[in-house]
């Protein structure tokens, strides 16, 4: 047993350390001690939610943004973003065609885009609940009022995903222009969790700036809020963001983050996410074994999908949806899990 090992053992069996312990695991970690995490991870996630993968359809219905953060390809910024909205009738055609191929969450997700008034998004959510009563829907649109997200719980949507990024408000404050404070992210999240969302919170992996103690403190966040969700992916540069020139978030970190994160919330929602798959052929599939249990597959029309660009690279732009669940599906048997039809709630233990 080494250090890190017992480490481990102790976040398995506490599921949480001091943000010392955290820092020491993050900064020392070996191969060795991964492989340990993965395996205690897997059989955490396993007696919770066995070998299944829960599928989620995105869909990217705006690419318009008034904020201006430094990492992402759709900042208001971003003068050669070319941007696109989908009106109500083209988003419930990608619940049609995603609902046939078995997706029973749908995935609202878009920049702060004004254009949709809290009368359109309610209108879109009771729209989708009335037509598909059986499935779960999912807001990922940004910093709003409490009595905003109060409209949308009562609309009927489901589930709320917002990553608070970084809990370091120093570091929030070198990744977002002034304006934007990590105070009224976490405000967000805790209203959206007082109002019965199933809600998630996330941040990216080696981002501009940040430390093992900053890692550390998402972690400790984590704890404190305990979401049903947690969205952690590899920061990737944009070309047209001021940190194009950049490194981006290794795989390595990623995997150890979601090997973390399962342990010290053992029922949560955990993506594999496409950033993952961006920056490796097998980062979903390792994801995966690194304690991860959900997917989100894109179901964006494909003549939209190469305009809603977060950073360089992204994979399954030109992608029918049919062909992303069955590629995905391949992928989850080839290291022994099974793609699902289900809502996918998080479930108690
Ligand atoms: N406007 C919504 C949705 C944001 S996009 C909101 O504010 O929540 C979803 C996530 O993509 C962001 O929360 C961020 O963590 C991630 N993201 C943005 N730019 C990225 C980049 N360059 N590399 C990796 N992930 C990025």
Known sequence: MSRITELIDKLEKNRILSKEELSEIISEHTPETDEYLFARARTVRERVYGKDVYIRGLIEFTNYCRNDCLYCGIRRSAEKAERYRLNEEQILECCETGYGLGFRTFVLQGGEDGFYSDDKIVSIVSLIKAKYPDCAVTLSIGEKSRGSYERYRQAGADRYLLRHETADPVHYGK?????????????????????????GCGFMVGSPYQTAENLAGDLLYIHRLQPQMVGIGPFIPHHDTPFAN????????????????????????????????TIHPKGREMGILAGANVVM????????????LLYDNKICTGDEAAECISCLGRRMESIGYKLVSARGDCKKY
């Open 246 to 277: 950049e490194m981006a978030g290794t795989l390595e970190t990623t995997l150890l983050m979601l090997g973390l994160t399962r342990l010290i919330v053992p029922n949560v929602l955990l993506p594999a996410t496409t950033a993952l798959g």
């Open 175 to 199: 990744l977002h222009p002034k304006g934007l404070t990590l105070e009224n992210r976490m405000r967000c999240l805790s209203d959206l969790k007082e109002l019965g969302f199933q809600t």
């Open 297 to 308: 597959p894109n179901l964006s029309p494909t003549d939209v999908r190469k305009k809603y």
